[in-house]
């Protein structure tokens, strides 16, 4: 037989797949088995993508394979990593990446194996040369009387009968202890909670109704590598917040393991939505794998290996979960499916729910997604089922805009009295402002000077507590200043105010309640799951933070939920800046009158009578999304159309343009028009030109896209540019 084989190394030029002969003790080698192949003078780990009888080379030029290695994949990922590497125009390598046992990566690094061990059994031999006293030495019968009758760790045993290991291995030669290497049970990953009961509790009429519409079509999917597959359409369950989502989605969960298939839950990012993965755990306990970003790459891949045996028959985890490698998978839920963490920025530029749409159709699975402010793309193509009531029957809370136009500092009148009942009361509000720091910008009162990233086109942050400035796009630091480096003054103005320059000013506000924080400079001290059961735990008090504080928490006696400058988002030139408004708007007024107290809502913003904000206002998605849809449609963006975005990118000013001109060029003469190209600023050192290709078709987009990047990329005299493509930019 013949193994195709990709080899997984990053160089983009080095594209298989190879042909390997296999011979002997690889006999049995197939798709997904990893391998180690020669490769002219090198050795190279590589990916069985395909195997065949014959191969088109002569049998003297075909290699055999070194060795094997113990992990494999399922065949049904292997294909999927491929098809991520096509559609989002990376590397098979890169995309087949995504698919191994964590920690193979691209290659470059050794390969985990499961850790071995030796256990020590007693053979019949054994038992019978005790029983009858046969000669041998103290140490020797000292070790076979500790070992009795079941098994033991090799280790174990010679430290209880004080034995050396050459004991043991003459034992083993005699034939009196078979020695064998036994695969060490994995460690179990351990996740934070944030009080996450999760008691089974009766489903309101509404979350049965859904339930019941979900299960008939886990009845209607195939069995675990059954024959008919239906590739039913997804299911959307948009249920307004607090509607009991999770609850509906254990259920099906529970559903799925009864017909004896695997399931897969994503979710934003488990260290922002702790409680959502600790209801998982649970209900479902040593059956789920919690695929976590604090863990180590070693429990990674415990947990992988975990669901590859079976062990573990439930992934929860963010994107790359969706990548777990089950061969039996009967269900992907996608928790919060409108949250952009489900984009990957690296290459691949892959969108999780697009590849669990991918998965889900070839696996014969079935794919619930759900949120209370859907995407545009999920309400046109999914089945929808809808929780239109708070579990508790409970009204969503008012929302009340205040335009900002004329008010001096961050709060707005209404806002101020709103926080001083609050305090008053000894309640508890949550606070949204979308900016971490102190001030987004400094200037020098007397020459005007504007303190920049020196790899950047953009301001630097005052952050005061660490009395740093820095650039929220690459990271670079430096002494907040105390003069102006240029003509020495020191008067420095600080504009604009951020999260850290809010809690001050919201403890002066509602003390002696307490205030807490919670942006990524907070997440990155304290852990985000600290200050979220920090704030639960308070009787009263008020949680600051950047859009992290609208994440599906649920907290049932918060009264007061704040949006300060809502129409920031509304102000980048981005086809999805309605989207993101009218979500985050959403989704924070969603964590607000959960309680038997009630709540409220202010959205303060430059221009209240925004579109997006008046919908988010009245809770109205159908309406919200009616108008997008339209919106997109006329405009040729999606739903209603694919786009693409190649940016190129180079040190020196020049080349980047020059690139993204020649791409232009090579993809108009094949008849796909791209606008641009546009200048991006500059970033972490790098001129940036952008193109942007919008077309209905998307398969033959996609490749000619690839067509003309790969034939410029491969010209010298573009040798100086960089590039990257994104298929459906977020
Ligand atoms: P969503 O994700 O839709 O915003 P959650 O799933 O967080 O809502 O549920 C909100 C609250 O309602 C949670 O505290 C949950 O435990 C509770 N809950 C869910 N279903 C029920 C039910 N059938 N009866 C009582 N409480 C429920
Ligand atoms: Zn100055
Ligand atoms: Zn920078």
């Known amino acids: 037989m013949i193994a195709k084989v990709e080899p997984l190394t990053p160089a983009r030029s080095l594209r298989g797949p190879f042909d390997y002969l296999l011979a002997g003790a690889l006999e049995d080698v197939g798709v997904g088995s990893m391998l180690v192949v020669p490769f002219g003078r090198r050795r190279l780990l ?67 194996r499961p850790k071995r061990s030796l256990r020590a059994t007693m053979t019949p031999a054994g038992e019978a040369a005790l029983r009858e006293g046969a000669r041998m030495g103290a140490k020797q019968r000292a070790a076979l009387e500790a070992l009795g009758g079941a098994p033991l760790g090799a280790a174990a045993l010679a430290r209880r009968s004080g034995c050396a290991h050459s004991t043991l291995r003459s034992l083993e030669r005699r034939g009196l202890i078979r020695l064998e290497s036994a695969t060490e049970a994995p460690r179990r990953a351990r996740i934070e909670r944030v009080r996450a009961s999760a008691p089974t509790v009766a489903l309101t009429p509404d979350q049965a109704a859904a339930f019941e519409a979900i299960e008939t079509r886990l009845a209607e999917a195939p069995d675990a590598r059954g024959a008919t597959r239906t590739g039913g359409r997804p299911l959307l369950l948009h249920g307004v917040t607090g509607s009991g989502k999770t609850e509906v989605y254990l259920r099906s969960v529970a559903a ?50 975990r669901m590859r045996r079976g062990e573990a028959r439930v992934c929860v985890g963010p994107r790359s979960a969706v990548f ?9 839920i996608v928790d919060e499916e409108h949250d952009g963490s489900y984009k990957q920025e690296g290459d691949p530029r892959y969108d999780a729910r697009a590849v669990a749409e991918r998965r889900a159709a070839d696996e014969g699975a079935l794919l619930l997604a759900g949120s209370a402010t859907p995407r545009p793309e999920s309400m046109l193509g999914y089945e929808r089922i809808r929780l239109p009531r708070r579990v508790d029957g409970r009204h969503l809370p008012p929302v009340e805009l205040v ?78 200043p105390r003069a102006c480096p240029d003509c020495g003054s020191v008067s420095v103005a600080r504009h604009g105010a951020g999260t850290e320059q809010l809690e001050q000013e919201l403890e002066e506000l509602v003390a002696p309640l307490p205030v807490f924080r919670l942006d990524s400079d907070v997440a990155a001290a304290a852990g985000v799951a600290t200050v979220l059961r920090r704030f639960d735990e308070a009787d009263a008090g008020v949680l600051v933070g950047t859009q992290m504080v609208a994440k599906g928490h649920d907290f049932p006696d918060v009264t007061l939920g704040v949006v300060l ?32 107290r009630g709540g409220r809502v202010i959205v303060q913003a430059l221009d209240p009578a925004a579109e997006a904000l008046r919908f988010a206002a009245r809770h109205d998605a159908d309406g919200f ?52 190209p546009a200048p991006l600023f500059r970033r972490q050192a790098r001129h940036r030109a952008q193109l942007v290709i919008r077309s209905p078709q998307r398969a033959p987009t996609i490749a000619a896209v690839r067509a003309a990047v790969e034939q410029v990329a491969a010209r010298r005299e573009h040798g100086h540019a960089s590039f990257a493509v994104d298929v459906d930019p977020q």
């Open 46 to 112: 590589g990916v069985v993508v395909d195997v065949a009888p014959e191969s088109e080379l002569p049998p003297e030029r075909l290699a055999e394979p070194i060795a094997a290695l113990e992990a494999d994949v399922p065949q049904s990922l292997v294909a999927l990593g491929l098809w991520v590497a096509r559609e989002y125009v990376s590397t098979p390598a890169r995309g087949l990446a995504l698919v191994l046992p964590p920690g193979t990566g691209t290659g470059a690094g050794r390969p985990l």
């Open 625 to 676: 999304l009616e108008a997008e849809l339209r919106r997109r449609e006329l405009l040729g963006y999606p739903p209603h159309g694919h786009l693409i975005r190649v940016v190129c990118s180079s040190v020196e000013p020049g080349p980047e343009l020059d690139a993204a001109t020649a791409i232009r060029a090579v993809m108009s003469s094949a008849g796909v028009p791209a606008l641009g």
């Open 565 to 596: 400058d809502a129409d920031a988002t509304l102000r980048f030139p981005d086809f999805r800046a309605e989207e993101r408004t009218f979500a985050l708007v959403a989704q924070l007024a969603g964590r607000s009158g959960r309680g038997e």
């Open 324 to 332: 777990a490698p089950f061969d039996d998978l009967g269900l992907i």
């Open 403 to 480: 335009g900002m136009a004329g008010t001096a500092g961050p709060l707005h009148e209404r806002t101020r009295e709103a926080l001083d009942q609050v305090r008053r009361a000894g309640e508890k509000a949550i606070v949204l402002l979308n900016r971490r720091g102190w001030s987004n910008f400094l200037s020098c009162r007397s020459c005007a000077r504007v303190w920049e990233c020196p790899n950047c086109d953009v301001t630097l942050v005052l952050h005061r507590a660490v009395e740093v400035v820095s650039c929220h796009h690459c990271g670079h630091r430096e002494h907040a």
């Open 256 to 305: 799925a393991l009864e017909r004896g298939r695997s399931a897969i839950v994503l979710v934003p990012e488990i260290a922002l939505t702790p409680q959502t993965a600790g209801r998982f755990v649970e209900r479902f306990g040593e059956r789920v794998a919690v695929m976590h970003s604090r863990l180590s790459q070693r429990e990674r891949y415990d947990e992988w290996w």
